[in-house]
C-alpha cells in the first residue's frame, strides 16, 4: 500500500518564476493538506483540500494556490517566487476530517 | 492563535541514556500528536494522544490537557533515534494542525 508520493523531490527555480508540486494520497485517503517547512522551524499549514475544494487556508499570500483532482491528488502552485519561499514542502493525507495523517517526504524548493 | 512551545530546542545524549521532551500549548485542543522527522524529511507519527498516557517500544507519551502540556520519553536512545520531534496541536476536530519548532535530538554512538 503506497503512503503519500510528492513530486519533484528536488527543485530549483528562479526569483519570479512559477512552480507546480504534486501529491498522490496514501490509498483511501481524500483530504490533502500542504505545509511549509523553512529551515530549522516547524511545518506551517497552507491549505487543506477535501472534496476538490479549499475547506481550510493558513497565512499564507495568494501567491499559493492549490487543486484538488476527482483522484483526491493534489497540486501545490506558487506564482512569482520569492528568495523566501525556499522551504521543504510537505504533503500530509488523512481520510475525513484530519483523521490519520500521513505525510509525504517533500519537495525540497530552493529559490536563487 | 494557539500557541505551541517545545524544549529544549537541542538534545545531544550518548547512545543508552534517556530523554523528556516537552510540549506546551496556549489553549485547549482536540488533539495532541507528536512526530518524528527523519534528516531525510519524512514525518513520522508516533502518537495521538490528546490526554493519558500511551506506550510503544520505548516511546511513551503522556498529555495533561488541563495543564497544557505534554511528554515524549525515550528510553535506552539509539543513534537511529536521531531527529527532530515535533508536538503538534488541533483546537477543533476539523482544524488544521499546529506545529511546535520541534526538539533537535542528537544520539552519539
Known amino acids: 500500500d503506497a503512503g503519500v508520493t510528492q513530486s519533484p523531490t528536488h527543485l530549483i527555480k528562479t526569483r519570479g518564476q512559477q512552480v507546480t508540486l504534486r501529491c498522490s494520497p496514501k490509498s483511501g485517503h481524500d483530504t490533502v493538506s500542504w505545509y511549509q517547512q523553512a529551515l530549522g522551524q516547524g511545518p506551517q499549514f497552507i491549505f487543506q483540500y477535501y472534496e476538490e475544494e479549499e475547506r481550510q487556508r493558513g497565512n499564507f499570500p495568494d501567491r499559493f494556490s492549490g487543486h484538488q483532482f476527482p483522484n483526491y491528488s493534489s497540486e501545490l502552485n506558487v506564482n512569482a517566487l520569492l528568495l523566501g519561499d525556499s522551504a521543504l514542502y510537505l504533503c500530509?493525507?488523512?481520510f475525513g476530517r484530519g483523521i490519520g495523517y500521513t505525510f509525504g517526504s517533500g519537495t525540497r524548493l530552493t529559490v536563487v | 492563535g494557539i500557541q505551541v512551545e517545545q524544549s529544549p530546542p537541542d538534545l545531544i545524549l550518548q547512545e543508552g541514556a534517556n530523554s523528556t521532551l516537552r510540549c506546551n500549548f496556549s489553549?485547549?485542543?482536540?488533539?495532541l500528536q507528536w512526530f518524528h522527522q527523519n534528516p531525510w524529511g519524512q514525518l513520522i507519527n508516533l502518537f495521538y494522544?490528546?490526554?493519558g498516557t500511551k506506550q510503544n517500544g520505548r516511546l511513551s507519551a503522556t498529555t495533561v490537557a488541563t495543564e497544557r502540556y505534554s511528554l515524549l520519553y525515550i528510553s535506552s536512545s539509539q543513534t537511529t533515534d536521531s531527529g527532530v520531534y515535533f508536538c503538534?496541536?488541533?483546537?477543533?476536530?476539523?482544524?488544521?494542525?499546529?506545529f511546535g519548532k520541534g526538539t533537535r535530538l542528537h544520539i552519539l554512538p
Open positions: 503538534a496541536v488541533e483546537r477543533g476536530r476539523d482544524d488544521k494542525i499546529i
Open positions: 500530509a493525507s488523512s
Open positions: 489553549d485547549s485542543v482536540n488533539n
Open positions: 494522544i490528546p490526554s
